[in-house]
């Protein structure tokens, strides 16, 4: 017997109503259990840090090669104490530097770009996934 012989068109509306809507159903489901698509992971930047803590320390007040990082937002530039900066960063710390979101995203991605002269030796994040999720995970140190 040959199905498409036995069914009508209304058949196939029926159908095609019932799947459109577990199409739709389905849709639902996956955007309510998915992460956002820039959702911050903080794990991911703690994991990512693991780069950065060879020369800084993100939860302490001590300074190791490079000044340490905890409460780094809303802190100017070269204003560590104790900590010698370069000239470079010393001066964006002057002419207004302070560390906030978009600064720090801009320094993770190219250091030598946001202050040229810096003696940071650190070639920059190129993932946003990354850099977003380091700044979330500095932020759990306030």
Excluded at 12 to 27: C, E, N
Excluded at 93 to 121: H, I
Excluded at 130 to 136: L, Q
């Amino acid at each position: 017997m040959n199905l498409a012989q036995t069914e009508t068109p209304a058949d196939w509306s029926d159908s095609m109503r019932v799947f459109r809507a577990a199409i739709r159903l389905a849709s639902a489901i996956c955007v309510a259990v998915a992460p956002a698509a820039h959702a911050e992971d903080v794990d991911h930047g703690r994991r990512i840090f693991q780069t950065c803590a060879s020369c800084h320390v993100p939860d302490a007040e001590t300074n190791k090669y490079g000044p340490y990082l905890k409460g780094v937002f809303g802190r100017k530039a070269g204003a560590v104490p104790d900590f010698r900066y370069s000239q470079a960063m010393t001066d964006a710390g002057s002419s207004g530097l302070v560390w906030d979101d978009e600064a720090l995203a801009a320094f993770l991605y190219s250091p030598k770009k946001k202050v040229p002269g810096t003696s940071m030796r650190f070639w920059g994040l190129w993932s946003e996934a990354e850099i977003r999720d380091v700044i979330a995970y500095l932020k759990t140190f306030p």
